[in-house]
C-alpha cells in the first residue's frame, strides 16, 4: 500500500512503541532488504508466502532501515511540518507515553503562507 502513495521515494513509518515499523520498496530497497536478508537477532522481517520481505518490520529489524536513513536536519523538518497541511498541531511525547495519553508539549504550527521565518 505504501508503494502506491510513494514509489519513487524511501517510506518509514512506525509505531509508538517504536517496535514495529511498516516501509515501502524503496527503503527495502535502500537498506537492502531482500529474500535472502536473515532475520536479525532479536528481530523479525515479515515475508510472503514466497519469502519476500513485506514491508513490516519488528523490533531488532527496523535497525535495518534506519542505520542508512540520513540525519534529520532542522530545515528539512520543518520543511516537512510547515508544508504537510495549511494549518497542523505537533505534538511530541516520550515513546514510554501511551498515544491517547496528554502529549508532553504541543504547539499550532501558522500555516505555511502564514509563517514569519
Known sequence: MLDEVSPDNPVFLHDWTNHLAWVNSAALKAAKITKSTPDPEDGVIDRDSAGNPTGTLHNKALGLVTAVMPPPRSRRWKSALYGSSASSIV???????PPNSTPCASMPIAPWNQRTS
Open 91 to 97: 505534538m511530541a511525547s516520550p515513546a514510554s507515553q
